[in-house]
């Protein structure tokens, strides 16, 4: 990497220098960018990723059905 003596380059060589700093900023830039585009190309063929529901009702057990078909008055004549 060159190194410039800031101090001792003219306005206009100062300006040339920007430039040509802010060219090969936008060409970095540019690859990056379709190097990350590339990806999520390959990362889209797993699909997009979808929302889960908001409640799943959890299924009783057969021990919770018999107990929820006794009424307060069975309950008590099997006590």
Not at 15 to 28: C, G, Q, V, Y
Not at 29 to 48: I, W
Request: charged share 40%; glycine share 2%.
């Amino acid at each position: 990497m060159t190194k410039f003596d800031l101090d001792s380059l003219s306005i206009e060589e100062l300006a040339a220098l920007r430039d040509r700093a802010t060219d090969k900023l936008a060409e970095k830039v540019a690859a990056r960018q379709a190097e990350l585009e590339a990806e999520l190309e390959k990362l889209a063929q797993y699909g997009k990723v979808t929302k889960k529901s908001q409640a799943t009702p959890i299924a009783k057990s057969k021990k919770d059905d018999a107990k929820a078909d006794l009424s307060p008055t069975d309950v008590s004549r099997a006590a």
